[in-house]
T-cell receptor, first 115, second 114 residues
Framework: AQSVAQPEDQVNVAEGNPLTVKCTYSVSGNPYLFWYVQYPNRGLQFLLKYITGDNLVKGSYGFEAEFNKSQTSFHLKKPSALVSDSALYFCAVRDRGGATNKLIFGTGTLLAVQP | SQTIHQWPATLVQPVGSPLSLECTVEGTSNPNLYWYRQAAGRGLQLLFYSVGIGQISSEVPQNLSASRPQDRQFILSSKKLLLSDSGFYLC?????????????FGNGTRLTVT
């Protein structure tokens, strides 16, 4: 069965410092992996996705994510955090070879960037 | 470009009243459509998804139903709301077939059942 884990409920980082939001996954086959961001009282916005190829994926707003097959991880990163990056971040996985094509979401990580 | 509209943005309804939330997508044809509920500002629960007109799959037994009367219209309904139906409801669409395509979400409806 597919699953996604975001081990940190909250990540605190000072503005200007690098940030990492962690995600690990479990699928029976090869994954498609996604990151979304949600601001208060808004829908989720797509940030980036991994399909195949280069393990480092670049996305919107300066975010990037690194796919690590051996560690089954897809951590979200940004070299220099902004206060405006404070939001709820969701990792999601779809098993391209699985019986179901559904997108499975993690439980979310709240990112708080202090000025 | 594709856009998704969801309304109303907020709704306060008494227990036992009916519900109708509407979602429409523009700029694409034959999308996959989804209703999610987000409780306590965190986890997303898939309620319904649809791969075509009149084709609805329900993920969890509940007090809600969904319909897709037109290709780009998805409606979430209830005949009698319960307190437990309160939450943030999100509509989403994706390209069909999905494969590597992401879901695109509307801005949600915050429902409070009193």
């Amino acid at each position: 069965a597919q699953s996604v884990a975001q081990p940190e409920d909250q990540v605190n980082v000072a503005e200007g410092n690098p940030l990492t939001v962690k995600c690990t996954y479990s699928v029976s086959g090869n994954p498609y992996l996604f990151w979304y961001v949600q601001y208060p009282n808004r829908g989720l916005q797509f940030l980036l996705k991994y399909i195949t190829g280069d393990n480092l994926v670049k996305g919107s707003y300066g975010f990037e994510a690194e796919f690590n097959k051996s560690q089954t991880s897809f951590h979200l990163k940004k070299p220099s955090a902004l206060v405006s990056d404070s939001a709820l971040y969701f990792c999601a996985v779809r098993d391209r070879g699985g019986a179901t094509n559904k997108l499975i979401f993690g439980t979310g990580t709240l990112l708080a960037v202090q000025p | 470009s594709q856009t998704i509209h969801q309304w109303p943005a907020t709704l306060v309804q008494p227990v036992g009243s009916p519900l109708s939330l509407e979602c429409t997508v523009e700029g694409t044809s034959n999308p996959n459509l989804y209703w999610y509920r987000q409780a306590a500002g965190r986890g997303l629960q898939l309620l319904f998804y649809s791969v075509g007109i009149g084709q609805i799959s329900s993920e969890v037994p509940q007090n809600l139903s969904a319909s897709r009367p037109q290709d780009r219209q998805f409606i979430l309904s209830s005949k009698k709301l319960l307190l437990s139906d309160s939450g943030f409801y999100l509509c989403a669409w994706s390209v069909s077939p999905e494969n590597s395509s992401p879901l695109h979400f509307g801005n949600g409806t915050r429902l409070t059942v009193t």
